[in-house]
Structures are given as structure tokens and as C-alpha cells.
């Protein structure tokens, strides 16, 4: 297939997207209500079991692929006050509700096959009528999966590839049941049999694959560790961004969400570290089309060590009512700047530029401040930990 011909290039959240999948979808469901009565009847006329078995699988395709368009519809769904990161997990849901139907179908199959070969001798021949169905059913899955499978990684589906890989086990199993028939008809009256329990153990690994990819996505696995590096490096690329100490990703669907903790200059304005952070998340954005959603949190230190980040360091609320009385008859400081790093306290006091230029009242200010400081319970014995510059204002 021609991939700039047939499928064009959308975006994630483009409705032709959706549009596709259920296009896709609903050529599927066609395909497996024509296979599905054929191979039945078929199946029946015959005296074939694998090629019943055949037909009960494609049925079972036409439940998933109900269930594909039932989530398709909703997937897109926007976020709501539920649902704040969108819908798109129901993607993920079909796919392990449609394993959870394969491996269901599968064992049914074995079972029932496995009853049959204990009595051979009653079995009736095959007809060649089922050789020719089970021909033409490879043919139109084959046809089918390398279609949806197209689609799918074009539109990065799960749900639409997982489909396709069932239309695959479909072809597989209808080659089997196909070789099952040609040995019965040479004489080998278990073949019919044997090749039903060999399509239902491949519709049973199947279904037990999807179901666990998509129970990996639900329980939040982290992407790849390329993927994860690949994030690591635009981050870390940054301007402005001076380490990164924690990553973390997770799948939703067809997209990924990312949080990322960067470390920035601790002296730089909050302003500038939120402008750092919204340039991280857009590089973040604009280098991987996957990514849904970046959070980005802002660190002045590595905080992964909660003993060194101030917790039980004083809060300004409390540190402004010790230092208040300090300026009694004194100027009162325009701004008081408070640095919480590596369980250290520091205070930059900013003057009117007039008085900055008395050294002397400076100093008296420095003294009464640091007395002030050393009275304070929380800090009576890290006095050592405290630091308190004055500096002129920018002011006039």
C-alpha cells in the first residue's frame, strides 16, 4: 500500500483520526459477518470442526469489533471534572477486554475439540466444500490484517493494532484449519480435530498477549528506556535547566504523560524559573509527538533527600513577626528576600537606597536581625546556618 496515498498523516486529536479507526473498524465487522456465516454453514455442511471453530473465531471478531468502535467513540471524548486527563485510557480497556474474549474463545475451542478426538470412529468425513471456505477465509484475513495493521501504526492505535494482530491469528488459524481439512481428506480423520486445538491454543496466546500489554498500561508502566532517555536529554538540554533528578512516564492509550523535576539557579526570580519550566515542557512537546502532557516542577536543589530541603525551618509568616521589631525607629526594609537551601535559612533585606549608604545603621541592622534570629526556637542552635544581607533597593 501506498502509505502517502492511502492514509494521510493526522494528529492525535484530529477527528479524521477518529474517523479512520472506525472506517477501518467497520470494514472489519463486514468482512467477519461474511466469513462468520460462510465458515458456519460451511463448517456444518462439511462436518468440519475447524472450520466451525474458524467461524466461531471470527465471530468472536465481530464482538471486538463492536467493542473497538465502542471505544472509539468515546475515546475522544474531551477531559471533564471526572476525567481530567481525557478518555483515552477506554482504548487501553478494549484492548484487555478483547484479549480477555480471545483467550475465552481459545479455550472454548480446545475444550470442545478435545471432546471430539476422544471419539474418532463417529466422526463423519470431511467435504472438500470446507477446504475451498477455509481458502478463501485465509485470504480475506490476510488481506484484512495487512490493512488494519497499516492503519493502526500509522494513527500509533493500540487498540486498532492489537485488532489487526487478531485479524493475523484469524489467517494463521485458518491455514491450520485448512491443513487439518487437506489431512482429512487424505485420510487422517484426527487432522480435522487436531488443527482446531492448535487454533485454539494460538487464539488463546493471542488473547492472553493483548491482555497483558494493556494491563501494563493500566497499572502505569513507565515508557521505554530509550523513550525515557530520549525525554531525558531534551530536558537536560534545556536552557536554564541545571540538573534533572526525577522522571517519571506513564502510558495513556495511544499518548504519554510526563512529570520531570528540574533543578534551576536558586537565585533566579519565580518568574524566570516558570518561564523555564514552560520552555522545558514545550521542547518536551515539540521533540516527541507521542507525549500528551508535560509537568514540569521546579526544584532550586535536589529534593530527593527530604532531610535537606527546610521543612522544619521557620515559615516567613513566622520569621517577618521576629524581624519586625528589629526595625523599630530603624527604615523599614522595601523587601525581604528568604532562601530555604540545603537546610540552610537566608534573608536578604532590601533598604531604600538613601540609607544604604549608612554603613553604621546597616551594620545595627545586620546586629539586631542576627539577634533576633538566635532567639528563635527553631534556630537557636543553627545560628551557624543563618545569613543576613543587606542590600539597597532598586528603587529611587
Known amino acids: ?15 479524521e483520526r477518529h474517523a479512520m479507526t472506525q472506517r477501518v473498524t467497520w470494514i472489519s465487522v463486514l468482512v467477519n459477518i461474511l466469513l462468520t456465516g460462510a465458515q458456519i454453514v460451511a463448517g456444518i455442511i462439511a462436518h468440519s470442526q475447524g472450520l466451525i471453530a474458524d467461524g466461531l473465531h471470527s465471530l468472536s471478531d465481530l464482538v471486538c469489533d463492536f467493542l473497538v468502535l465502542f471505544a472509539a467513540h468515546h475515546s475522544k471524548d474531551p477531559a471533564d471534572e471526572s476525567h481530567p486527563y481525557g478518555h483515552g485510557r477506554i482504548e487501553t480497556a478494549a484492548s484487555f477486554a478483547l484479549g480477555a474474549i480471545l483467550a475465552a474463545t481459545g479455550a472454548g475451542i480446545i475444550w470442545s475439540a478435545g471432546v471430539k478426538l476422544q471419539s474418532l470412529e463417529e466422526l463423519p468425513p470431511v467435504a472438500p466444500m470446507a477446504l475451498w471456505t477455509a481458502g478463501l477465509a485465509l485470504v480475506a484475513k490476510e488481506g484484512l490484517f495487512r490493512y488494519m495493521l497499516h492503519v493502526g501504526e500509522r494513527l500509533r492505535s493500540p487498540m486498532l493494532i492489537a485488532n489487526a494482530w487478531h485479524a493475523r491469528s484469524d489467517a494463521a488459524s485458518s491455514l491450520v484449519v485448512a491443513l487439518g481439512i487437506v489431512g482429512n481428506l487424505m485420510g487422517y480423520s484426527f487432522a480435522d480435530s487436531v488443527a482446531a486445538v492448535i487454533v485454539g491454543f494460538m487464539i488463546v496466546r493471542m488473547g492472553v498477549v493483548f491482555a497483558w ?24 538540554d534545556t536552557p536554564g535547566v541545571s540538573n534533572l533528578h526525577d522522571l517519571r512516564t506513564r502510558r495513556m492509550a495511544h499518548r504519554s504523560l510526563v512529570d520531570a523535576h528540574i533543578c534551576v539557579d536558586p537565585r533566579i526570580s519565580v518568574s524566570e524559573g516558570h518561564r523555564i519550566a514552560e520552555m ?20 532550586v ?10 521543612q522544619n525551618l521557620p515559615g516567613r509568616e513566622e520569621l517577618m513577626q521576629h524581624l519586625s521589631p528589629a526595625f523599630v525607629g530603624l ?5 525581604v528576600v528568604l532562601h530555604y537551601l540545603g537546610g540552610r535559612f537566608e534573608a536578604e533585606i532590601f533598604l531604600p537606597r538613601e540609607f544604604h549608604q549608612d554603613r553604621d545603621l546597616v551594620n545595627k541592622i545586620e546586629h539586631e536581625i542576627g539577634k533576633r534570629l538566635a532567639g528563635l526556637p527553631p534556630l537557636s542552635s543553627l545560628t551557624l546556618n543563618c545569613r543576613v544581607s543587606v542590600f539597597p533597593s532598586r528603587g529611587r
Not at 215 to 236: H, N
Not at 301 to 310: F, S, T
Open 1 to 15: 500500500m501506498n502509505s502517502q496515498d492511502d492514509v494521510p498523516d493526522v494528529s492525535y486529536d484530529d477527528p
Open 213 to 236: 500489554d494493556a494491563l501494563q498500561e493500566l497499572i502505569d508502566t513507565g515508557l521505554s528506556v530509550e523513550e525515557v532517555d530520549a525525554i531525558r536529554q531534551v530536558i537536560i
Open 280 to 299: 522545558t515542557r514545550k521542547r518536551v512537546l515539540e521533540s516527541r509527538s507521542a507525549v500528551a502532557d508535560v509537568l514540569v516542577h521546579v526544584d
Open 301 to 310: 536543589e535536589d529534593d530527593l533527600d527530604h532531610d535537606n530541603i527546610g
Open 331 to 335: 527604615p523599614q526594609p522595601e523587601r
